[in-house]
């Protein structure tokens, strides 16, 4: 009982703290960074309000001190191994003493938002992972390698200016382009970038793992379409049953063929006197055929208008339709007429 007193306070601390303006009772935000590097943490938050003037502050691990006076000279900035400027705060060179929890609030208000700042060590488990990007290239297609920029300094960071980016490939002593004109599978694996800044005459770096996964060339997309029936006449006989094919070659399992008759969908029940029936697929090309049937042909059938249509997702989130309407024209039987071989005059009808 006890206990459930005591999760229920949690509970209504959290609900009651939600209710307030401004208050981020979230958890705060996980960043790794190798030791000896550097990283640079951003608040987005936005003054709203009675708060719109508000200075950004930040706080940090009571091993650190954070220095935010402003236009301090160039031999103080030389000692400082972390930087506050506008909404950024930046460590030149991490080590185990800048590990904690940091966070950025609005003036003297409630709203605030916190990091956790884990720095990894060679013998740190688990935490070499957190900085490998996965990227996929297709073999014999050109392929650019892209060098992450998660926590890097703002490019308005005063003295802070980019140094450039190198790539190596895991095993190999020599820089490596960034570019293949045509990737190949022997080209995939693990690949390191550094990126570097410069600061106050002193290089700092930031080092990414891209791991490049080839896979095989993509097959051009192809575009469903109706084969046949190609005429746009098809000759019937009042009376008879009639089938016509509705035959469409197709590449996706979500495309669909079907007939349509005047204003309405033909029906698949084959107890009505037209309807049709759907072959899922015909041979291994992937031709799908719907067969429009008449039990016996009327009248009435030759007034309307039967249309085939295709119902395709390629090219977008809207399916499009296209279709085919063939028309049905009655053939009339011919009457043979001939002379008979018997007296002059004479007649006969067949």
Same mark, same amino acid.
């Given at each position: 009982?006890?206990?459930?007193?005591?999760?229920?306070?949690?509970?209504?601390?959290?609900?009651?703290?939600?209710?307030?303006?401004?208050?981020?009772?979230?958890?705060?935000?996980?960043?790794?960074?190798?030791?000896?590097?550097?990283?640079?943490?951003?608040?987005?938050?936005?003054?709203?309000?009675?708060?719109?003037?508000?200075?950004?502050?930040?706080?940090?691990? /009571?091993?650190?001190?954070?220095?935010?006076?402003?236009?301090?000279?160039?031999?103080?900035?030389?000692?400082?191994?972390?930087?506050?400027?506008?909404?950024?705060?930046?460590?030149?060179?991490?080590?185990?003493?800048?590990?904690?929890?940091?966070?950025?609030?609005?003036?003297?208000?409630?709203?605030?938002?916190?990091?956790?700042?884990?720095?990894?060590?060679?013998?740190?488990?688990?935490?070499?992972?957190?900085?490998?990007? /996965?990227?996929?290239?297709?073999?014999?297609?050109?392929?650019?390698?892209?060098?992450?920029?998660?926590?890097?300094?703002?490019?308005?960071?005063?003295?802070?200016?980019?140094?450039?980016?190198?790539?190596?490939?895991?095993?190999?002593?020599?820089?490596?382009?960034?570019?293949?004109? =045509?990737?190949?599978?022997?080209?995939?694996?693990?690949?390191?970038?550094?990126?570097?800044?410069?600061?106050?005459?002193?290089?700092?770096?930031?080092?990414?793992?891209?791991?490049?996964?080839?896979?095989?060339?993509?097959?051009?997309?192809?575009?469903?379409?109706?084969?046949?029936?190609?005429?746009?006449?098809?000759?019937?006989?009042?009376?008879?049953?009639?089938?016509?094919?509705?035959?469409?070659?197709?590449?996706?399992?979500?495309?669909?063929?079907?007939?349509?008759?005047?204003?309405?969908?033909?029906?698949?029940?084959? =107890?009505?006197?037209?309807?049709?029936?759907?072959?899922?697929?015909?041979?291994?090309?992937?031709?799908?055929?719907?067969?429009?049937?008449?039990?016996?042909?009327?009248?009435?059938?030759?007034?309307?208008?039967?249309?085939?249509?295709?119902?395709?997702?390629?090219?977008g989130p809207n399916k499009r339709h296209h279709q085919l309407v063939p028309k049905?024209?009655?053939?009339?039987?011919?009457?043979?007429?001939?002379?008979?071989?018997?007296?002059?005059?004479?007649?006969?009808?067949?």
């Amino acid at each position: 009982m006890c206990g459930f007193i005591i999760m229920t306070a949690k509970l209504l601390l959290t609900l009651f703290l939600s209710s307030l303006t401004g208050v981020s009772p979230r958890s705060p935000r996980v960043i790794y960074v190798k030791a000896g590097e550097m990283v640079a943490l951003y608040c987005p938050l936005n003054g709203e309000d009675n708060h719109c003037d508000a200075e950004l502050i930040w706080t940090s691990p /009571p091993s650190q001190k954070i220095d935010q006076t402003p236009n301090m000279s160039s031999a103080e900035q030389r000692h400082r191994d972390l930087l506050v400027h506008g909404r950024s705060l930046v460590i030149l060179n991490a080590t185990a003493n800048h590990q904690g929890n940091y966070s950025c609030s609005l003036g003297n208000t409630s709203t605030h938002l916190g990091f956790r700042l884990r720095v990894c060590t060679k013998q740190s488990k688990g935490c070499e992972q957190r900085s490998h990007y /996965p990227m996929v290239c297709h073999s014999q297609e050109a392929c650019s390698l892209y060098c992450p920029d998660v926590n890097t300094p703002a490019a308005t960071t005063p003295n802070i200016t980019s140094n450039g980016v190198i790539w190596y490939k895991e095993g190999e002593s020599t820089p490596k382009a960034n570019y293949f004109l =045509s990737v190949e599978e022997k080209d995939h694996g693990v690949y390191t970038c550094t990126r570097s800044y410069l600061y106050c005459g002193q290089i700092y770096n930031m080092t990414f793992t891209v791991v490049l996964d080839i896979q095989p060339k993509e097959k051009p997309k192809k575009n469903p379409v109706i084969i046949s029936p190609q005429s746009g006449v098809i000759h019937v006989h009042l009376g008879s049953p009639k089938v016509i094919d509705c035959k469409a070659l197709m590449y996706s399992d979500f495309d669909e063929v079907f007939w349509f008759s005047t204003d309405s969908f033909v029906e698949t029940n084959s =107890s009505f006197p037209v309807f049709y029936n759907y072959t899922n697929e015909i041979n291994a090309d992937g031709i799908k055929m719907a067969s429009l049937v008449f039990k016996e042909l009327s009248d009435e059938d030759l007034l309307k208008n039967y249309t085939c249509k295709l119902q395709t997702d390629t090219g977008g989130p809207n399916k499009r339709h296209h279709q085919l309407v063939p028309k049905l024209k009655r053939q009339v039987m011919g009457i043979v007429r001939f002379a008979s071989a018997g007296g002059a005059g004479g007649c006969g009808r067949c």
